[in-house]
Structures are given as structure tokens and as C-alpha cells.
């Protein structure tokens, strides 16, 4: 095999592209725990369109969690929701916990 001259004064702008794609799969791969504005990019979605969705569809202590008023989103759990690998069980048991205790409510 034989390598033309020119083609080897492209290996500096080729190393320099693996570089940033190494950096770029590491940054992404590495993260477990996502704020709105990551997961918002890790989706492609908008902020918006993020909180709408925590609010329809993911479960508090299964999606994401709220510590001291900030919410970060288990990338893990969100990767299974997006592939529909997401327990639709665990969500209506709590959905039926919550109508339960609300019904209870009213009955007082």
C-alpha cells in the first residue's frame, strides 16, 4: 500500500477530528444525571417541550429527581422511556395510587 505525499499532510487535520469526536462521545457516553437544558439537547427537543413532558409522562423518582428545586433526569431511565422499554405498569400504579388517595379525599 502506498501513501501519496499530499494525503499525509492531512493527518494533523484528521487526528485533530478524531479528537474532537473522542471528546464529544466521552462527554455524552460519561454523563449519567442530566439537567433540563442537557436532556433537552441529548433529546433534541426544547426546554419547553422538556417540562411538558416531565409533566405527562415521566414519574418522579424513576425519570428524575428534584433535589434542592433542581431537577436532573436519569439518563438511563429516559433511554429506556424513549425506546418503549419504559414500564407503563409502574406508571399507572402510581397513577392508581394517586386516584385512590384523591377519591379517598373526596369521600371525607
Do not use: C
Not at 499530499?6 to 487526528?15: Q, S, W
Not at 437544558?37 to 428524575?64: N, P, Q
Amino acid at each position: 500500500m502506498e501513501i501519496e505525499l499530499e494525503h499525509l499532510k492531512m493527518l494533523p487535520r484528521i487526528l485533530e477530528i478524531i479528537e474532537l469526536m473522542k471528546k464529544e462521545m466521552d462527554k455524552g457516553a460519561a454523563k449519567r444525571w442530566l439537567n433540563v437544558k442537557e436532556l433537552a439537547e441529548y433529546l433534541g427537543y426544547s426546554r419547553d417541550r422538556i417540562y411538558k413532558i416531565k409533566d405527562e409522562y415521566f414519574i418522579e423518582g424513576v425519570h428524575f429527581h428534584n433535589r434542592t428545586g433542581k431537577i436532573l433526569f436519569d439518563r438511563v431511565a429516559i433511554d429506556s422511556w424513549v425506546v418503549g422499554k419504559d414500564t407503563d405498569e409502574a406508571h399507572q400504579s402510581q397513577r392508581q395510587i394517586v386516584d385512590n388517595v384523591l377519591s379517598s379525599i373526596k369521600e371525607v
